[in-house]
C-alpha cells in the first residue's frame, strides 16, 4: 500500500463541470486520483478524463525548456518544426528578450493593429486577465479572443442580445428537482459525464422528463421520453413550431410574457408559417413528437434547457439559441430553481476566461470596450493615460487569422490554443498561419499551431501551479500546485508578469500598469475592484467549495441561479428568427451531412489525451455511419473510406451505427492524422462569427487499408 | 405516521425523525456502529452485517445500515452478543479474503479482538490480478464482495452497468458479462467503482505498478502503448 506524500485538492483540468479532484502524490508521481463525496459539483464521482488522463503532464513530449527556432521564419513562408532539433534550447532570460524584441518591433513599426492574442479557456482566471491585460494596457489593443468564438459565440450573442448576459442561468446540478429538460445539440454523457450523470439520476430517480433534441441518437436518448432526430441545421424551425404549438395550444405562462418580456406580440405574428407540418418537412422530426415535446415542456413546473455546440456552431447559431431562449419565456421556465437557460460551457474554464475581458468586445465583467466610462476606470486602474486604451471593438478569433496579412495582423501570441486543430477548414488556416510575421506559442506541447512559432515559451501544468478556473455553473473554484514545475517550465502568470515588465521597459512607458504580483490571489484582487461578479471573492472564501458568480460582496454567499427578479437587460427580447438553412447542403456530388463532435475519451485538439493513456482506449479517428447509408453505399464496419467536402479529404475507418442518423454521418475532431476540420465549412454567423461546424457537405469513397495514416491501429471498442 | 420517533440507544433516549436508519440515529446518539459495505453515497443493502444491532424483543440482529428506527426501540449498539457476531465476521472475512489493504478493516480486526487464526487453513478466495487495460486492474483476492462497485456502476452514480454478480454462494465474485475484458464491456473507465473500493481490489493501475517498485518513468509507459504517433506528417 503506497502512503501518499500529500493529497492535493484541485479542480479538473477538463470540461466545464468542474469536478473536484483529490490528487494523491508519491515522490511527484500522481498515482491516484480521488474526489470529494460531499462536493457540490460532482459528488466524488468522476470521468475517465479527470480519474486517469491526467498523465499528459509527465509526456516526454511535454517541453520544458524555453525554445527558439533555428531556422528564421518569414511572414509568408512560415513552416512547422514538431522535431526538436529545429530548435535551439535558451535560457529564459533570452526566449523573453528575443520575445519583447520582436513584439516591440512590430508595435512600433505597424502599431496596435498588427498585435493579436488569443488567451486560453484551460488556463487561469488570472492567467487570462494578465494577458488580456498586456495587450490592452501595452499595445493598446483589442485584437484578444479565445476559444469561446468557436463554441459558444452564437449562444452568447443570442442571450446578450436578449438578456445582457450570457452566463448558464441554474446551477446543472438542480437538473434532479426539475420535472422536465431539454437537451439539445449537447451529448453531456461524453462531453459533461458529471452532469450526464445527474442528468440520468433526473430521469431514473427523480422522475423528470427528458427531451432530447439531436440528430444522433447519444446515449441520453435511452433515457429521454421522447428524441426529436432532427437533420443538422433545422433548429429553428423546431424550436418555432414549439413555439407555435405552446402559443396555439394557450400554454403561454401569460403572467410572465406580460412582467418579464417584450416584443411578444411582433414575435407571435412570425410564428404563423412554423407550424408543426412545417417543421416537419424541413427538420424531417414527425410532427406529433415536435407537438408533444412542446406540450411536455410547457406543462411542466420546472422546465430546464441544456444546449451546447450543436445549437452554436452554426452559421445560423445566433437564431438557433434565440428559438430556445423563446420557449424558455413563452413557459416562464427561467429566474427560478431547476428552470433556465443553460448553454454547457466546454472548457474548464471558458467561462472565466470570458469573465476575464479574453473577447475583442469586452473588458474584464463583459465592459464594452466602446463605452468611454468603462475605458477611463480601466485605464485608472492600469495607470494608462488617459484615452491611451484602445476604444475600438477588436477582432475575433476567426477574424485574427483571415487579418494575418501585410497591413493586418503580424504578430500573434497564443497561449495553449490550437487553431491548426479547431479552426474550420484548415488548408486555409494554414494559409494563415504562414502569413504571420511573429508567433509566440506558450503551451505545453508543440502542437500543430505551436510548431510554426518562433518562440516556444514552456509553461506548468495545472497540477504545478496555484489560481482560480470558473465552471460551467459560474462556480469559481481553486487550482492548487500538487507537485513541482516540470523542468523549466514556469506558470503562465509568471511568464505573463515577466514578459510584460520587460515590454513595458522597451516601450518607456512612464508610469507602470503594475506586473510585480506575488501570488494569484493579488491578481484577483486586482480584477475584483472593476468586475462586481468577482469583488466578494479572496482565496480564503474559495477553500473547499468554491463561490457561485455573481458574489458583489465580501459576504455574499454566491448565486446558484440567476435573474429571480428580473434580467440584466430589465425584461427579457423577443426576437424573432427565421429559418436560413445550411450554408452547404448535400446535393448529388456530395450526397452526405458531416457533423463534429466530440468522444468521451478525447479532448479537442488532442494536445492533452492524444499524450495520455487515454488515447489507449480510443487511439484511432472513425466516421460514424448509419446502417442504412452503409447498405446502399456498399460500406462494412471498419472499412477505410475517403471522406471529402469540397475544402479536402481525409482517410479513416467507418463505423457503423444507429448512433448516426441517415444521411448525416459523424466525426469528432481530436485527431490530427484524419483532422475532421479539414473538411469543415468557414462560414460564419454574420453576428457571433461562429463557423458552421456542425454540418457541411460531404462524399464518401471506399479506400484502401494502405491510405490509412496508421492502418495497423484500429479503435475496437463501441461502448453502445 | 408520526414526523420523529422517540426510542433508546444505549439506555440514552433520543427523538428523531421517522424512517431514519437505526446506523444515522446511533451516530446522533453518539455511539459509533462500525460499518464495511456500508457508503454515505452509496444505495444501503445490508451485505456485511457488521454493523448489526441488538433491538430488544427482535429474534435476530439487525443490521443498522437499513433498519429503520421505531416508536419505543431499545437498541444496543455493542454488547456481548453484538460484540460476538462482528468479531466472527471480521475473523470470517480475515479467513476468507486479502483484507490487508483495508485499514479500516484492520482497526476492527483489532478494536473486535479478532482471533485473525481462528478459521485459518480454510479455503481462501484466490484470483489471478486482471490486469486488462490502461486505467486499473481489479484484483479479487482482495475483494468482499461490498457490492459498492456494482452500485455506483449501476443506479448510485453511472447507470453503466458494466459489472454485477458472477457465481452462487463463495464461489461468487464481481465480474463482467461472461467475464469478457473491460475494455470488451460497456465501461466506460469513470473509475467511480475504484473510488468506493474499500480494500484496494480496485486499483489504478499506476499506483499498482508503483507498488511494486516500479520507476515513474516505466509506469507511465507502461501505461502508454508504444509506437503510437500522434501525427502523420507529410
Not at chain 1, 466524488?44 to 479527470?50: A, E, I, T
Not at chain 1, 448509419?626 to 475507418?653: C, E, K, M
Not at chain 2, 484484483?139 to 452500485?151: E, F, G, H, M, N
Request: net charge negative.
Amino acid at each position: 500500500m503506497i502512503t501518499p506524500d500529500r493529497t492535493v485538492s484541485t479542480t479538473c483540468p477538463y470540461c466545464g463541470v468542474g469536478c473536484n479532484l483529490q490528487l494523491h502524490v508519491k515522490d511527484e508521481l500522481i498515482y491516484r486520483v480521488t474526489s470529494d463525496f460531499d462536493h457540490p459539483v460532482n459528488q466524488g464521482n468522476l470521468c475517465v478524463k479527470g480519474r486517469f488522463g491526467y498523465d499528459f503532464i509527465y509526456s516526454n513530449k511535454r517541453v520544458t525548456t524555453p525554445l527558439i527556432r533555428k531556422q528564421a521564419q518569414a511572414a509568408g513562408a512560415r513552416t512547422q518544426a514538431f522535431d526538436r532539433s529545429e530548435w535551439r534550447e535558451v535560457s529564459w532570460d533570452e526566449a523573453l528578450e528575443y520575445t519583447t524584441d520582436r513584439l516591440v518591433e512590430i508595435y512600433k513599426r505597424d502599431g496596435e493593429h498588427a498585435m493579436a492574442v488569443y488567451c486560453c479557456a484551460k488556463a487561469t482566471n488570472e492567467d487570462n486577465y494578465l494577458l488580456q491585460k498586456i495587450y490592452r494596457a501595452l499595445f493598446r489593443t483589442n485584437n484578444v479572443d479565445h476559444c469561446t468564438r468557436l463554441c459558444h459565440a452564437g449562444s452568447v450573442t443570442a442571450l446578450l442580445k436578449s438578456i445582457n448576459s450570457a452566463a448558464m442561468s441554474n446551477t446543472a446540478a438542480e437538473v434532479i428537482d426539475s420535472d422536465c429538460f431539454i437537451i439539445t445539440g449537447s451529448n453531456p454523457s461524453e462531453n459533461h459525464p458529471i452532469i450526464g450523470l445527474q442528468m440520468k439520476a433526473a430521469v431514473e430517480k427523480y422522475g423528470s422528463k427528458l427531451i432530447v433534441i439531436d440528430p444522433r441518437k447519444i446515449e441520453m436518448c435511452d433515457f429521454a421520453a421522447l428524441w426529436l432526430p432532427l437533420k443538422p441545421g433545422t433548429n429553428v424551425p423546431v424550436f418555432n413550431a414549439m413555439a407555435h404549438v405552446i402559443v396555439n395550444e394557450g400554454l403561454v405562462n401569460r403572467e410572465f410574457v406580460e412582467a418579464r418580456t417584450t416584443g411578444y406580440a411582433d414575435y407571435v405574428k412570425t410564428l404563423d408559417k412554423f407550424t408543426p407540418g412545417y417543421a416537419e418537412e424541413i427538420s424531417g422530426v414527425d410532427r406529433n413528437l415536435i407537438i408533444d415535446a412542446a406540450r411536455m415542456y410547457a406543462r411542466a413546473q420546472r422546465g430546464m434547457i441544456f444546449w451546447g455546440m450543436g445549437i452554436s456552431q452554426l452559421s445560423h447559431g445566433t437564431a438557433s439559441s434565440l428559438g430556445l431562449i423563446h420557449l424558455a419565456f413563452l413557459t416562464g421556465h427561467v429566474g427560478r430553481k431547476a428552470t433556465g437557460l443553460n448553454p454547457l460551457r466546454g472548457q474548464n474554464n471558458v467561462q472565466g476566461a470570458s469573465d476575464m475581458g479574453a473577447m475583442p468586445f469586452f473588458y474584464p465583467g463583459y465592459q464594452w470596450v466602446d463605452d468611454e466610462k468603462n475605458a477611463q476606470n480601466w485605464e485608472q486602474l492600469w495607470n494608462v493615460e488617459p484615452g491611451g486604451l484602445n476604444r475600438k471593438r477588436g477582432l475575433t478569433t476567426t477574424e485574427i487569422l483571415t487579418h494575418a496579412h501585410p497591413g493586418g495582423v503580424r504578430a500573434l501570441h497564443i497561449m495553449g490554443e490550437n487553431p491548426m486543430m479547431t479552426e474550420p477548414n484548415l488548408n486555409e488556416t494554414r494559409k494563415h498561419m504562414q502569413q504571420l510575421e511573429f508567433l509566440v506559442a506558450q503551451d505545453l506541447f508543440i502542437n500543430e499551431s505551436g510548431a510554426f512559432a518562433d518562440v516556444f515559451l514552456p509553461a506548468t501544468s495545472w497540477a504545478e501551479k496555484e489560481g482560480t478556473v470558473t465552471n460551467t455553473d459560474r462556480r469559481v473554484q481553486r487550482v492548487r500546485q500538487a507537485i513541482a514545475p516540470r523542468g523549466q517550465s514556469r506558470p503562465d502568470w509568471e511568464i505573463l508578469c515577466d514578459l510584460a515588465q520587460r515590454i513595458e521597459a522597451r516601450l518607456g512607458r512612464p508610469n507602470s500598469a503594475i506586473w510585480n504580483y506575488d501570488s494569484p490571489a493579488q491578481i484577483m484582487a486586482e480584477f475584483g475592484k472593476l468586475d462586481s461578479n468577482y469583488t466578494g471573492i479572496t482565496y480564503e472564501r474559495l477553500e473547499r467549495h468554491g463561490l457561485q458568480t455573481p458574489v458583489p460582496h465580501a459576504t455574499h454567499p454566491g448565486t446558484p441561479f440567476l435573474f429571480a427578479k428580473d434580467f440584466p437587460s430589465g425584461r427579457g427580447k423577443f426576437i424573432p428568427v427565421d429559418y436560413v438553412p445550411i450554408m452547404e447542403p448535400p446535393d448529388e456530388e456530395y450526397p452526405f451531412i458531416l457533423t463534429t463532435g466530440r468522444v468521451l475519451e478525447h479532448w479537442h485538439g488532442g494536445s492533452m489525451t492524444r499524450n495520455s493513456a487515454l488515447n489507449e482506449i480510443y487511439p484511432s479517428p472513425v466516421v460514424e455511419i448509419h446502417p442504412v447509408d452503409a447498405t446502399w453505399a456498399n460500406f462494412t464496419d471498419g472499412q477505410p473510406v475517403r471522406v471529402s467536402s469540397r475544402r479536402g479529404a481525409i482517410v479513416l475507418r467507418t463505423r457503423v451505427t444507429e448512433k448516426a442518423r441517415a444521411g448525416v454521418v459523424f466525426m469528432s475532431m481530436h485527431f490530427a492524422e484524419a483532422a475532421a476540420n479539414l473538411l469543415t465549412n468557414d462560414a460564419l454567423d454574420p453576428q457571433a462569427k461562429i463557423p458552421e461546424y456542425k454540418a457541411c457537405a460531404v462524399k464518401i469513397e471506399p479506400a484502401a487499408e494502405a491510405d490509412l495514416p496508421h492502418p495497423e491501429i484500429r479503435t475496437e471498442r463501441g461502448r453502445w | 405516521m408520526a414526523a420523529t420517533v422517540t426510542l433508546q440507544i444505549d439506555g440514552q433516549s433520543i427523538t428523531v425523525a421517522a424512517g431514519t436508519t437505526l446506523l444515522n440515529a446511533a451516530a446522533m446518539a453518539g455511539a459509533t456502529v462500525p460499518t464495511i459495505c456500508y457508503h454515505e453515497h452509496c444505495t444501503a443493502n445490508a451485505l456485511c452485517r457488521l454493523c448489526v444491532v441488538e433491538v430488544e424483543g427482535a429474534r435476530v440482529l439487525a443490521p443498522a445500515c437499513v433498519a429503520s428506527v421505531a416508536e419505543g426501540m431499545r437498541v444496543h449498539t455493542r454488547n456481548e452478543r453484538v460484540e460476538r457476531s462482528r468479531r466472527t465476521i471480521l475473523e470470517m472475512l480475515h479467513s476468507a479474503s486479502d483484507v490487508s489493504e483495508a485499514p479500516e478493516i484492520q482497526q476492527q480486526l483489532d478494536d473486535y479482538h479478532a482471533n485473525r487464526e481462528r478459521f485459518g487453513g480454510g479455503e481462501r478466495r484466490e484470483a489471478e490480478v486482471i490486469d486488462d487495460n490502461p486505467m486499473y486492474i481489479r484484483d479479487y483476492s482482495k475483494c468482499i464482495l461490498c457490492w459498492r462497485c456494482v452500485q455506483v456502476c449501476a443506479a448510485d452514480a453511472q447507470f453503466t452497468y458494466a459489472i454485477n454478480f458472477s457465481g452462487r454462494g463463495f464461489e461468487t465474485s464481481i465480474s463482467t458479462f461472461f467475464e469478457q475484458s473491460l475494455t470488451d464491456s460497456s465501461c466506460v473507465f469513470c473509475g467511480q467503482c475504484v473510488g468506493v473500493c474499500p480494500t484496494g481490489a480496485l486499483k489504478p493501475k499506476r499506483e499498482w505498478l508503483l507498488e511494486q517498485g516500479q520507476a515513474p518513468a516505466d509506469i507511465l509507459d507502461a501505461t502508454r502503448g508504444p509506437g503510437k504517433k500522434r501525427r502523420e506528417r507529410k
